[in-house]
């Protein structure tokens, strides 16, 4: 940019900025800048220095108490930078846009979001009520006698971007959806759930296929009524990345009819495009039980090899699957022998951040579950030496017995491997051997990130044809600066024959004076002296139509 400072200088030369009536705050100085100030070095800094729009927008919520912010333009952009910062200065704040641009589906109502952000503001107490209530209004009488209490607030009132004191049902399914019914959605935060920051795979955060399950069983139950819970047939469809910034908005639901559950979600509240990552079907199992308790001490003893956490840990970071603390639940693991007929671990499963609390409302924690399916790594790494991640991608069925808690037991049955997928049954079980949950067939496939695409059936391969005579040298080509200076004379040429400017400046003009003589000439022809005419009048017989007739001129 700096080559451009003096022509740029230049050309703002004659700027006479006043002071300004609205308060200006610079993205440039990152303050408050008097409107006199913004001079033409002022604009030469904006082009040319980093954009401070993170300190603009925190001298606004510190300095200025502005809590209301209002993106104005075809789309919002820089709503979500507003949204970050307010969440990393702690100071809430709440971020609205006029318009949005067509989506898949079509066109935006365009008044309607306009007015919507209106409404918005004045919700946000971001508006002057005394131009909209010129006149005081008069106090109403109360009555004397005892008032009856009864209350009428929903307190579920949803307006864009706006907090909504709602209660959610679950911590992980969140609120109902007053519009539909079997509806439940939530914002996807790190800071309410930080636990989700720890689900890594391949360096990004992706929202746990364990959550998928206890989304399913939350909304079941809600549905269907406590008990044992099943959820068959589930497939989990694509991956949902939770970013660094911005918090996704997950949507659950449950057919109460056919017990269909889907789970989608979209980037933010006002995208129109939702993404479906997880489907299958939940009912409720009246008649069941959970059977007799397993004898843990009788499975460990047909196991002689055992893994440590540090080692189990380690082999999937080098399989891509970099867990934190929050999904590193495994404490050893115990294995039969790579070559047993039935291949089979057993795996106690420990998080210490939940034994103080945080299991209330969940049937199976995506920690807890997460770790449980962790297993099935270790027991593929027995013949399995490739880097290659176990990501789960369908479920034949789930059953919920009884809550997960923070200490559990989880046996893995190997059904049957191949390079690209492994299929096994899982068994969860509390240090007594009762049983908590099940997985029934949990097909999971080997995903190699680190290798790169598959080569293609069939490929180019070019080299030179022994056959032919071979070539002669390259000829030498002249240097940039010759081929300039022979085409100068022709440049310019060019350039005089396609002059846009003088067209613009000197012909259009010509153009429209022409245009605009032969119309006042034409009516004065067919319309003479200074009566009234209208289109029909003009059109009439004998004012000139035929060709070569009065008035107009003979076609050649």
Not at 29 to 54: I, S
Not at 317 to 341: C, D, H, I, K, M
Request: proline fraction near 7%; charged fraction near 20%; aromatic fraction near 6%.
């Amino acid at each position: 940019m700096e080559p451009i400072r003096s022509g740029l200088l230049a050309a703002l030369h004659d700027l006479a900025p006043h002071a300004s009536k609205i308060p200006f705050i610079s993205t440039v100085d990152g303050a408050a800048k008097a409107g006199q100030e913004l001079d033409a070095e002022y604009w030469y800094r904006n082009v040319r220095e980093p954009v401070r729009f993170h300190d603009a927008v925190s001298y606004l919520l510190k300095e200025s108490g502005v809590a209301v912010f209002l993106e104005i333009g075809p789309h919002p952009v820089l709503k979500d930078y507003v949204v970050q910062s307010s969440k990393a200065l702690a100071c809430p704040a709440t971020a609205l846009q006029t318009l949005r641009r067509p989506g898949s589906k079509g066109p935006e109502p365009e008044s309607d979001n306009l007015w919507t952000a209106i409404c918005a503001c004045h919700a946000n107490a971001a508006s002057d009520l005394t131009r909209l209530f010129t006149r005081p209004s008069p106090l109403p009488a109360l009555p004397l006698y005892p008032w009856q209490h009864m209350r009428h607030w929903r307190g579920k009132v949803l307006l864009p971007d706006i907090f909504s004191p709602i209660d959610r049902d679950h911590p992980l399914l969140g609120h109902r959806v007053p519009s539909a019914d079997g509806l439940w959605e939530n914002v996807v935060d790190i800071n309410v759930m930080p636990y989700l920051k720890d689900h890594v795979v391949q360096s990004s955060v992706l929202f746990p296929a364990a959550g998928y399950i206890e989304l399913a069983f939350a909304a079941g139950s809600l549905t269907l009524g406590k008990g044992i819970i099943d959820i068959e047939d589930f497939d989990v469809l694509r991956p949902l990345t939770i970013p660094a910034h911005g918090d996704p908005i997950i949507q659950t639901y449950v057919n109460p009819d056919d017990g269909e559950v889907e789970i989608s979600s979209r980037g933010e509240r006002d995208a129109t495009d939702w993404t479906r990552h997880a489907r299958g079907r939940v009912s409720k199992r009246d008649h069941q039980t959970a059977g007799e308790a397993a004898n843990l001490a009788e499975i460990s003893s047909r196991m002689r090899h055992s893994v440590s956490a540090a080692e189990h840990y380690a082999g999937a970071a080098v399989r891509g699957l970099e867990y934190g603390p929050g999904f590193q639940g495994v404490s050893n693991v115990l294995l039969t022998a790579a070559n047993a007929q039935q291949r089979e671990a057993l795996a106690e499963i420990s998080l210490p951040f939940l034994e103080a609390g945080g299991l209330e409302g969940y049937a199976a924690h995506p920690s807890l579950l997460d770790s449980c399916v962790q297993v099935l790594i270790t027991l593929i790494g027995q013949n399995d030496k490739s880097t290659a991640s176990t990501i789960p991608v369908h479920l034949h069925k789930v059953r919920s017995i009884a809550p997960l808690t923070s200490r559990i037991f989880c046996q893995v049955l190997m059904r049957s491997e191949s390079e690209r997928s492994a299929v096994a049954d899982f068994r969860v079980m509390d240090p007594a051997g009762n049983l908590l949950l099940t997985i029934d067939q949990a097909r999971c496939q080997k995903v190699d990130f680190r290798r790169g695409a598959a080569s293609p059936l069939i490929s180019e391969w070019w080299r030179p044809d022994t056959a032919t005579q071979p070539m002669l040298a390259p000829a030498s080509l002249p240097a940039p600066t010759a081929v300039r200076d022979t085409l100068t004379d022709e440049l310019s040429k060019i350039a005089a024959a396609n002059d846009r400017e003088a067209f613009y400046r000197d012909i259009r003009p010509a153009f429209e004076h022409l245009a605009g003589s032969y119309a006042i000439q034409t009516l004065t022809e067919l319309a003479p002296g200074d009566a009234a005419f209208d289109l029909r009048s003009l059109g009439a017989p004998g004012k000139g139509h035929s060709a070569g007739g009065a008035g107009w001129p003979a076609r050649e």
